[in-house]
């Protein structure tokens, strides 16, 4: 069945499958949050991005063979507040942004700076720390060596613009400088994006619009 990306709260998760990975996505509520399953398709061993919700959903989709590890995109409240009984239940590895990381009342066990590899099984994640939606968002960046890259980029990238900064000149700044530098300078077109809540999207998709969103100031 072909990856559309659509899911619903309630709803069955939507699964791409990648040569070396396969992807499901699966939404929770209360917000709609978007939480993504990586799987090592060479190794079996899995990483969670964002316990948003719904422990009891995103432990089904974990099942039997459980986690390695759960990554926390930023600290807002409707992104971790499944984090501790999935840790609970798994036993899985903490990471998070090093400058968010106190805001997650979970411990994190790995305080992840720009640039650091996340990996699990044969797959490695790169973090891009993106500062303006919170001081220490992450997006994670997998390079597929069989095709275009794909980007999880929590609520820093949307279809239709960056993240919330709350009217705040400065975070905004920030923010559209940081995506463009080391997501759109940096990866093609072709990458996918998986944003926090919503439908994908890719960067080709959004490049036309970025002197727009710059204009508009959100």
């Known amino acids: 069945m072909t990856y559309s990306g659509v899911v619903k709260v309630g709803g069955p998760a939507d699964v791409h499958e990648l040569t070396d990975?396969?992807?499901?996505?699966?939404?929770?509520?209360?917000?709609?949050n978007n939480c993504y399953l990586l799987r090592c398709r060479a190794t079996g061993e899995q990483l969670l991005i964002d316990a948003a919700d719904d422990a009891e959903t995103l432990l089904r989709l974990i099942g039997e063979d459980s986690i390695a590890s759960v990554v926390t995109t930023h600290r807002h409240?409707?992104?971790?507040q499944a984090l501790a009984g999935v840790v609970a239940s798994t036993g899985a590895r903490t990471y998070a942004g090093r400058y968010d990381a106190e805001g997650i009342p979970v411990p994190t066990d790995v305080p992840v700076e720009d640039g650091d590899a996340i990996r699990f099984g044969r797959v490695e994640l790169t973090a891009r720390h993106l500062v303006g939606h919170t001081p220490g968002s992450i997006a994670l960046v997998y390079d597929d060596p069989h095709g275009p890259p794909h980007v999880f980029t929590g609520d820093c990238l949307f279809p239709g613009g960056v993240g919330n900064t709350r009217k705040d000149p400065e975070a905004f700044a920030s923010l559209i400088g940081d995506v463009e530098s080391k997501l759109f300078d940096r990866l093609p077109d072709e990458t996918w994006v998986y944003p926090g809540h919503g439908r994908d999207t890719t960067l080709g998709a959004e490049r036309p619009h970025l002197p727009e969103w710059r204009a508009r100031g959100w």
Not at 21 to 32: E, Y
Not at 77 to 80: E, L, V
């Open 21 to 32: 990975l396969m992807i499901s996505k699966v939404a929770v509520g209360p917000m709609d």
């Open 77 to 80: 409240r409707d992104h971790w």
